[in-house]
């Protein structure tokens, strides 16, 4: 479980996070969504300690992230990440990609290790891309094996900032797909900041809006999308996202 109460987060004078109050079940999909610079990147980054908060409360997994004191690996080894470009190591192969820190960081055992890489290969179809190099696979492929590396440390809880971004049109459905396979897996809570709508509308639990660092909408999906959200600037985002 995530829980934000009274969060705040400043770079420097500018204050890029409000009043953030927020809980996310376990198991959650919760989409994030807003105008560029809103603060949604800020917000995820937040949860797995890639940004600090400055003032307010942040529990994630039992753990308070405003704390000194806790261990920010315990965090990271429940939370994982993918972004937008996928910085796969490009002198190993992408087997060797996804072995990697369970390998170093778990100290997981060489062979289960690898049996759950190719486990995970196989679930974003692409186990016979094990012996490849990043450079020989595609930007679509490279962000599957970005997710199945990220899932090979078996987090509970998976950020997902803006996956599709930076694919080619072409290869966005296969990414998709892989990720609405995780968000149907109750057992994993996914945040996702994505301007890809069909996938809040097939998967999400929650969509949240955001605005200049405020949350203004928290809808189930069924509310924003059917029953349209109820602030302004929302209602205004979401016509323009949906017609284009
Ligand atoms: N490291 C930083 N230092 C200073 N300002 C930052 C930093 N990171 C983000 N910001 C600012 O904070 C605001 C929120 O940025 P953030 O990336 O969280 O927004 P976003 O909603 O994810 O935007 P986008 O959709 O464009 O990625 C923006 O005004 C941005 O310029």
Known sequence: ???????????????????????IEAGETVVLIGPSGSGKSTLIRTVNGLERINQGQLIVDGFDLADKKTDMNKIRKNVGMVFQHF?????????ENIMLAPRIVLKKDEAKN????????DKVGLADKAQSYPAQVSGGQAQRIAIARSLAMEPKCILFDEPTSALDPEMIDDVLNVMKDIARDSSMTMLVVTHEMGFAREVGDRVIFMADGHILEDDTKEKFFDGQPSNERAKQFLSKIIKH
Do not use: P, R
């Open 87 to 95: 910085n796969l190591y490009q002198n190993k192969t992408v087997l």
């Open 114 to 121: 690898k049996e759950l890489a190719m486990q995970l290969l």
């Open 1 to 23: 479980m995530i829980e934000f109460h009274d969060v705040e987060k400043y770079y420097g004078d500018f204050h890029a996070l409000h009043n953030i109050n927020l809980t």
